[in-house]
């Protein structure tokens, strides 16, 4: 008669086995981890150039409606600073009402470009939003978030040429900020409406 021996694994070889496989879980979990940062590094870098380059072109947009001597304000005062004030044409698109008696545009709301810290009964409540103020009949938009810097020059007060600077920047809710160092757009754009004087 044979006798057949039934072996199991010993014990030793149990923990070795759980302990590496331990490693290898922790290994991977660690390596999904890192993956998800960046993935979500990346996703808020391409997010904030996105609405940054949105952003300014809106801007630029309707400072194209404008001329030169209808820019009234840059940063307070002077021709260099971080807000912008400037009339629009009027937005009621009869033919009677888009230019004057003297076949001019016709100029009627004054549109202020700023970035936050936020005003009393203001729709821009958060730090570091640029912010799109009619101040004509009082209403606000919201343009872009994340903005840590804004800053609009011209080469003197009638120039109808307008240097916009905007710099991006998030921080993430682990305290982190992306991208370190905060992206900036820089765009140029001229006032295309002529008055004559």
């Excluded at 870098?45 to 630029?60: C, D, G, P, T, Y």
């Excluded at 009402?97 to 821009?124: E, G, H, K, M």
Aim: charged share 20%; net charge neutral.
């Amino acid at each position: 008669m044979i006798k057949i021996m039934r072996q199991g694994f010993t014990l030793i070889e149990v923990i070795i086995v759980t302990a590496i496989s331990v490693i290898v879980l922790f290994g991977v979990f660690g390596i999904l981890q890192a993956s998800n940062k960046q993935l979500e590094i990346i996703h808020t870098k391409m997010s904030l150039e996105e609405n940054l380059r949105e952003a300014m072109f809106k801007m630029a947009q309707e400072i194209r409606q404008t001329t030169g001597n209808r820019i009234e304000n840059i940063g307070g005062g002077g021709n260099s600073g971080a807000t912008i004030d400037f009339w629009i044409p009027v937005p009621d698109p009869t033919a009677s009402a888009l230019a004057d008696q003297n076949f001019q545009p016709a100029f009627s709301n004054i549109i202020r470009y700023r970035r936050t810290p936020p005003v009393l009964d203001d729709s821009c409540k958060e730090e570091n939003q640029l912010c799109r103020d009619d101040l004509t009949t009082g209403k606000h938009a919201i343009l872009a978030n994340d903005i840590t810097d804004l800053h609009f020059s011209r080469p003197n007060a009638v120039s109808g040429f307008v240097t916009m600077t905007a710099s991006a920047q998030r921080k993430l809710s682990d305290g982190r900020r992306v991208p370190e160092e905060p992206i900036q757009t820089t765009m140029q754009v001229q006032a295309r409406n002529t008055v004559s004087s």
